[in-house]
């Protein structure tokens, strides 16, 4: 299976700060990379697929980059809304896994 | 709108088994698949298996293979999840989530999710 490796597990941010999450793959995956978020009780949203294309509905302060094994995604300018957890995703090859997640805190 | 509407919570006993139904609606089932992914409590996510809803192939993980079946009936544009011999780490919230007519690509949208506790 594809390990994903996200970095750093949690960190804490304040409303307007930039902020990036890092996400490793075991072995090159191309552009097969999302990018989910997910708050406390409720289903992942779907914020970017395809390492970097917007998903319909996603605010230009998300955005994300990356090809191969490295990827990120960043927050241009910290909302109160954007305090969640982070995921990450290969679909390069079945089991499509997960990376353990980013919690972003105030 | 796009939506996919989950059956409710469900309480099983270790050994028995668990169906979980996922409803689409605003889109046309067939040209899409459903993917199934789970999170234990205080947990990340973990993909479990896809199905099409165009031809029906399936795809597995396989730490569920032999004990994970996933089904659709087109005719209500509804997927099925059933995990067999459940155990106490089985206790999660299911996700059925869209995914990609004939593989696992990118989940959008999402189901709210149901929680599966099993429980002696």
């Known amino acids: 299976d594809i390990q994903m490796t996200q970095s750093p597990s949690s960190l804490s941010a304040s409303v307007g700060d930039r902020v990036t999450i890092t996400c490793r793959a075991s072995?090159?995956?191309?552009?097969?990379l999302n990018w989910y978020q997910q708050k406390p009780g409720r289903a992942p949203r779907l914020l970017i697929y395809?390492?970097?294309s917007f998903q319909s509905g996603v605010p230009s302060r998300f955005s994300g980059s990356g090809s191969g094994t490295d990827f990120t995604l960043t927050i241009s300018s910290l909302q109160p809304e954007d305090f969640a957890t982070y995921y990450c995703?290969?679909?390069?090859?079945?089991?499509?896994?997960f990376g353990g997640g980013t919690k972003v805190e105030i | 709108q796009v939506q996919l509407v989950q059956s409710g919570a469900e309480v099983k006993k270790p050994g028995a088994s668990v169906k979980v139904s996922c409803k689409a609606s605003?889109?046309?089932?067939?040209?899409?698949?459903i993917g199934w992914v789970r999170q234990a409590p205080g947990q990340g996510l973990e993909w479990m298996g896809y199905?099409?809803?165009?031809?029906?192939?399936?795809n597995y993980a396989q730490k569920y293979q032999g004990r994970l079946t996933l089904t659709t009936d087109t005719s209500t544009s509804t997927a099925y999840m059933e995990l067999w011999s459940l155990r106490f780490d089985d206790t999660a919230v299911y996700y059925c989530?869209?995914?990609?007519?004939?593989?696992?690509?990118?989940?959008?949208?999402w189901g709210q999710g149901t929680l599966v506790t099993v429980s002696s």
């Open positions: 989530a869209r995914e990609g007519i004939v593989a696992a690509s990118y989940g959008d949208p």
């Open positions: 605003g889109y046309t089932f067939s040209s899409y698949g």
């Open positions: 199905i099409s809803g165009y031809n029906g192939n399936t």
């Open positions: 072995q090159p995956i191309s552009n097969y």
């Open positions: 395809a390492a970097s």
């Open positions: 995703q290969q679909s390069y090859r079945t089991p499509l896994t």
